[in-house]
């Protein structure tokens, strides 16, 4: 993956992926979030399509997850980053599971 400024990875928003894939909105008594993958910091986050091509439409997963859970995953990723130096168009590797 790389790592993208706010401004290249999501032009439409930081929820352009709940919006795209038309999941609807919780309501304002639900203690959801819209969660994307891959995240919304990369380049290969949903607004990939918008930077290199339509054939990259759809290339990406939305969930409603827990909200505080989501804003905390999204501290640690933000934390890596800095933490890491993790700059702009820099790569790394996202390891799932063990």
Do not use: W
């Amino acid at each position: 993956m790389s790592n993208a400024t706010f401004t290249e990875s999501a032009p439409g928003g930081p929820h352009l992926a709940c919006r795209e894939a038309e999941l609807g909105q919780p309501g304002p008594d639900d203690e959801l979030g819209c969660d994307e993958f891959p995240m919304a910091s990369t380049y290969e986050g949903a607004a990939r399509a918008q930077y290199e091509g339509d054939q990259y439409t759809n290339e990406f997963s939305v969930c409603y997850i827990d909200r505080v859970e989501n804003v905390e995953a999204g501290s640690r990723l933000k934390g890596f980053y800095d933490n890491d130096r993790i700059l702009n168009h820099d790569s790394f590797i996202l390891v799932i599971g063990d």
